[in-house]
């Protein structure tokens, strides 16, 4: 089979889009991805219209950038665009579906180790709010969430499965479209937090069976910070009644009467961060146009080679685990703490982040790991950068 992969002249472009690759090496995309210059530019070109024009004019001007919006986002996961809701970020976008869901005392709740540290709060809290219950499915031998002991976690009172593509700490590509055929066949409704995955490789919620789902406009899309959407299925559109609601969720009817707009709308909200708004719909057709598949391809290639030689390097320990794995890559060194090895690299130019135990709670402290550094590969990232990331980590052990 084929693989298709970014050609050098794709590379070339995208680093052009992308001047600081010049000054600087940047392995941390699942922190803040980079933005591309038309992003750059959408974002500042909106900012400069609300300056000159009065911000509900520049809106009006942007009338078809914002719907963009809504047709590229639904290009990028599938879905119809009425079907995505544009939210300030993928934490608020996770909240408005899950505090939709009209949880019982005894419902409860399947999700993995995987699971991001803010949902997993939010169940705690409807826990100690409702007397739901939490199910947490172990991994299997590979790392990724057990398939069979997901199908054997689910009961009668299961009433969401809550599942993190890409966990914000790991490696680790979980295989969402395997627990969409398990939801499906419970019956159950299926909440996938996308963050990482979303612009990383591609994703269709159609063959992954989730109907909802949550992502950011900051990490590996490559839009501006404080943009995030979620996806709502029609389908459950009615089993959802959004935590929150303003004029742009609803219609005011009368003194004791209002309703909710058709669609996924409803779960935004109407002051917005506009510029925000076109911007992430530039960054999606920027995806888009370079092709999800060959993106996907490239940051998983270029994560397994970092991996490749990291594993040759003495005293290093992956921490990655799963079968499938994508761009993020997480190490520990021996004798030096993730916090040193972060700040050792930051001298030389070159941008890790640190994952730590704080919002790992029931996944890195049963690894023995406290933190584990975490270098986050994109498409506009090279090979020749890896060459020079893992001799910055190497001086260290002469
Ligand atoms: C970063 C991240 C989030 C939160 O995204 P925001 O846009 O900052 O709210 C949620 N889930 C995962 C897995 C993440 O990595």
Redesign the pocket.
């Known amino acids: 089979m084929i693989v298709p992969s970014l050609s050098e002249q794709d590379v070339a472009l995208l680093r052009e889009d992308t001047p600081a690759t010049d000054q600087l090496i940047h392995f941390n995309n699942?922190?803040t991805g980079l933005a591309p210059l038309p992003v750059l530019k959408a974002v500042k070109g909106h900012l400069d219209l609300e300056a000159n024009l009065g911000g509900y004019e520049a809106a009006a001007a942007a009338k078809l950038e914002l719907e963009t919006f809504y047709t590229s986002l639904a290009a990028l996961i599938g879905g119809r665009p009425q079907e995505i809701a544009y939210v300030?970020?993928?934490?608020?976008?996770?909240d408005m579906a899950f505090y939709g869901i009209d949880f019982r005392e005894g419902d409860r709740i399947v999700t993995g180790r995987?699971?991001?540290?803010?949902?997993y709060v939010a169940f705690l809290q409807v826990k100690k709010r409702k007397g739901i219950e939490i199910d947490i499915v172990e991994d299997d031998e590979d790392g990724q969430i057990d398939l069979q002991a997901l199908k054997a976690a689910i009961g009668p009172k299961t009433r969401l499965i809550a599942l993190?593509?890409?966990?914000?700490?790991s490696g680790l590509i979980n295989p969402a479209e395997e627990v969409g055929e398990i939801a499906r066949a419970a019956k159950v409704l299926y909440l996938l937090?996308?963050?990482?995955s979303v612009g990383q490789i591609p994703l269709n919620v159609n063959d992954i069976g989730c109907q909802m789902l949550?992502?950011?406009?900051?990490?590996y899309l490559r839009g501006p910070?404080?943009?995030?959407f979620l996806y709502v299925s029609d389908a459950v559109l009615d089993q959802l009644d959004p935590p929150f609601v303003d004029l742009q969720a609803t219609n005011w009817i009368d003194e004791h009467t209002y309703e909710l707009v058709p669609h996924a709308q409803r779960f935004e909200t109407w002051e917005r961060y506009v510029a925000g708004q076109v911007g992430l719909g530039v960054a999606v057709t920027y995806a888009i146009g370079f092709g999800m598949e060959r993106i996907g391809n490239r940051v998983c290639s270029l994560g397994a080679q970092l991996r490749s030689e990291l594993s040759r390097l003495q005293g290093v320990q992956l921490q990655d685990k799963g079968k499938r794995k994508g761009g993020i890559v997480t190490f520990s060194i021996d004798g030096e703490t993730p916090a040193q090895v972060k700040a050792r690299l930051s001298q030389d130019g070159i941008n890790v982040s640190v994952s730590s135990a704080s919002s790992a709670r029931i996944d890195l402290p049963l690894r023995g790991l406290d933190s584990v550094v975490r270098a986050s590969l994109h498409a506009f990232n090279t090979e020749a950068e890896i060459e020079r990331f893992v001799k910055a980590l190497g001086n260290y052990q002469e």
């Open positions: 699942a922190g300030e970020n993928a934490t608020r976008a996770w995987a699971e991001y540290v803010s949902n993190t593509h890409i966990p914000t700490f937090d996308a963050c990482q949550s992502g950011t406009g900051r990490k910070r404080g943009t995030g």
